[in-house]
């Protein structure tokens, strides 16, 4: 794979080389890619190429100048599928925590076309506003999105058995205020 020391490419990236900085990209494009696919979004290649290049140029390489090349290389894999965990960490903390309290139900409701009589909008718009914060990030991902308890729970970051108690709270909700409001 690498036809010149990974180390010598390195140092010479470090100086600004143009030349050592594509050959050190081309040398783990397969990786980058590898971990760019596992993390599913559409600049995962560019931020993990990124990070090599930042690697490269904040490596102090008189610390790792005496490592054996084969040492060398592991600890740039190393690091690679370090950012690939940050990365993904980053990405499904910031897929559990969107603001499904700013969803408008009733308009996601419209946008996947489904079918409810148009009489009842009010009503399930009545009976959605009375659910809490927690509750209507249950409610969409269980009832709207038809998650599981466990892919819920994990989501929002609570136990399976607390989302279980909260959908049955929120269906006896729904049934008694269905029952006062018709």
């Known amino acids: 794979m690498l036809e010149h020391t990974l180390f ?3 140092t010479s990236a470090q100086n600004n080389d143009e030349k050592s900085k594509l050959l050190l990209l081309e040398d783990f494009r397969n990786t980058v890619r590898y971990y760019s696919k596992k993390l599913n979004y559409e600049c995962a290649e560019t931020d ?3 990070f090599l290049l930042t690697l490269m140029k904040n490596l102090n390489l008189s610390k790792l100048k005496k490592l054996e090349e ?4 592991k600890y740039v894999y190393t690091s690679i599928k370090h950012e690939y965990i940050r990365l993904s960490k980053k990405n ?8 499904l309290s700013d969803i408008n139900i009733i308009d996601y409701i419209d946008s996947k076309k489904m079918e409810l009589p148009t009489e009842n909008m009010e009503l399930i718009k009545n009976i959605v506003n009375t659910l809490s914060k927690k509750q209507k990030r249950v409610y969409i991902y269980f009832f709207i999105y038809g998650y599981s308890d466990t892919k819920t729970a994990k989501i929002i970051g609570i136990s399976k058995q607390a989302v279980g108690r909260m959908r049955k709270r929120i269906v006896a909700k729904i049934k008694n205020l269905y029952k006062e409001l018709i």
């Open 48 to 50: 993990l190429n990124i």
């Open 92 to 99: 499904s903390y910031i897929n559990s925590h969107e603001v």
């Open 70 to 73: 084969k040492a060398f290389t």
């Open 8 to 10: 010598k490419i390195f």
